[in-house]
């Protein structure tokens, strides 16, 4: 009698168990797929055909929780999705779960689909940009740090391939090393016309002398020593950005025409002014 009742407890004791093992399971897996872009609904449905096998519309909304009508949109949905298929071996409609492998073909068409908006998004960002500065007067202004920040500010002006103007310190190689050189390759590569202003080192002119022509770039200088802080200067369509290299590693794109087209202004007079100060040293 006393082991009849010992198998029995310990049956009970691994059917609860299993429960609490299939709802903790179940439960995870549904905030994976939800991750993977399926609602909650055809989430839990998915999930049920997989644990079921196969289910008809009336037998999914007893399980789930929902109408026979909403059950079998959602069954619809998933059959559209590739993650359920409809049985041609059943009198009364009987869905069965495909095979899981399809969920990575999912998130892989959606994140192709997500890439595709991003790039759409991009090209028409400028305009809607245009639309906001018009009639919101406020420029558009994003902040980065660190070096991964950085590089994708330069980024951003390959991606806009407009003419840049720019004053330049040397301390940006400091940080980005080859990085920045790689970066002069692919705008030339891109037809981006360049035209700044840099100290007149002996290894900066040399370069200058070597490359400009061949990058496309327009080149002025200052004498050593007149342009101390470490911070440089970009315009380039309807961006301004600024980029400091010192102990903060931190930069600035702010979306304006005004400003863009104030700051081309600008970069003539700076252009002269180094022009003069150049002639200046050479006469004395």
Known sequence: MYNIYFTD????????TNRLHLRYNTTMNTELLKKAGLNKT???????????????????????GESRTNAY?????LEKMGLANLSENEKIQTFLPANPIMLEKLVETRRIEATQTETELKSHLPMLMNYFNTYQNQPGVRFFSGKEGIIKMYEDQLRVRKDIYFIRSEDDVNLLGDKLYEILEKRHKLGIKVHGVEEGSDKLMQYSIKNDKRLGRNMQFFPVGKYTEPVNWYTYGDKTAIISFGAEVVGTIIESPQIAASMRQLFTFIQLGAATLMSNKQVK
Do not use: C, F, S
């Open 9 to 16: 407890i310990n049956t009970v004791n691994n059917d609860l």
């Open 42 to 64: 055809q989430a839990k449905t998915y999930i049920a055909l997989i644990t079921k096998g196969k289910l008809t519309p009336r037998q999914l909304g007893e399980e789930i």
């Open 73 to 77: 949109m959602v069954l619809e949905q």
